[in-house]
């Protein structure tokens, strides 16, 4: 139980252009989802919190209006890295934590995007 | 704000032995802290968590300890495998659950 999805697991994109992740819990519904990036040989960062139906919370220092968060579902929610650069280029990935089930999260398998 | 160190970046051991990493934080005493393994290329996946009350937590080969005067907690695999090795992550709640940079574990056959 408690599988979470990620789609696509790679991207290559060309500078300027918008990617968007999507996260889906499969089996159980996730009240909230979290949204982390990971560079090499560093740990995950937290960028957003996402809970369904409302706006998402950003961490200090993520702008808010290039990665759009929207978590339409409690089964997913979405990140959308607008105008994206090389500096973007990361491994992203996406957790969820079940309803009543404390901090523990699920993860998803993750998403490596470059950007050209 | 609340620091976790993990403090090796890479650990080598032999095969059937017992791998110990280590987790330090630097602030107050979380209520739990947790465990996680993350494969190349894969997001983590939770193993392990322990409570503030807890001294110690198993789970098949794994082991896990905390302790609030060190600050400090320790994760064991014994009669370790090469299927073992991965990077382990520590993670603990602050104002938000944090992560550690993690240990990447080699397990030598």
């Known amino acids: 139980g408690a599988v979470v999805s990620q789609h696509p697991s790679r991207v290559i994109c060309k500078s300027g252009t918008s990617v968007k992740i999507e996260c889906r819990s499969l089996?159980?519904?996730?009240?909230?989802m979290f949204w982390y990036r990971q560079f090499p040989k560093q740990s995950l960062m937290l960028m957003a919190t996402?809970?369904?139906?409302?706006?998402?919370?950003?961490e200090q220092g993520v702008e808010k209006d290039k990665f759009l968060i929207n978590h339409a579902s409690l089964t997913l929610s979405t990140l959308t890295v607008t105008s994206a650069h090389p500096e973007d280029s990361s491994f992203y990935i996406c957790?969820?934590?079940?309803?009543?089930?404390?901090?523990?999260?699920?993860f998803g398998p993750g998403t490596r995007l470059t950007v050209l | 704000s609340q620091k976790i160190e993990q403090n090796s970046e890479a650990l080598n051991i032999q095969e059937g032995k017992t791998a110990t990493l280590t987790c330090n934080y630097t602030?107050?005493?979380?209520?739990?802290l947790q465990w996680y393994r993350q494969d190349p290329g894969r997001g983590p996946v939770f193993l392990l968590l322990?409570?503030?009350?807890?001294k110690e937590k198993r789970k098949e080969r794994l082991k896990v300890t905390f302790d609030t005067t060190l600050k400090q907690s320790l994760f064991h695999i014994t009669a370790s495998q090469p299927a073992d090795s991965a990077t382990y992550l520590c993670?603990?709640?602050?104002?938000?659950?944090?992560f550690g940079k993690g240990t990447r574990l080699h397990i030598l056959p």
């Open positions: 957790s969820a934590s079940l309803s009543g089930g404390g901090d523990t999260q699920y």
């Open positions: 089996d159980f519904q996730a009240t909230t």
């Open positions: 996402s809970n369904e139906g409302s706006k998402a919370t950003y």
């Open positions: 602030n107050y005493s979380p209520a739990y």
């Open positions: 322990i409570r503030e009350n807890e």
């Open positions: 993670a603990l709640r602050d104002d938000k659950i944090i």
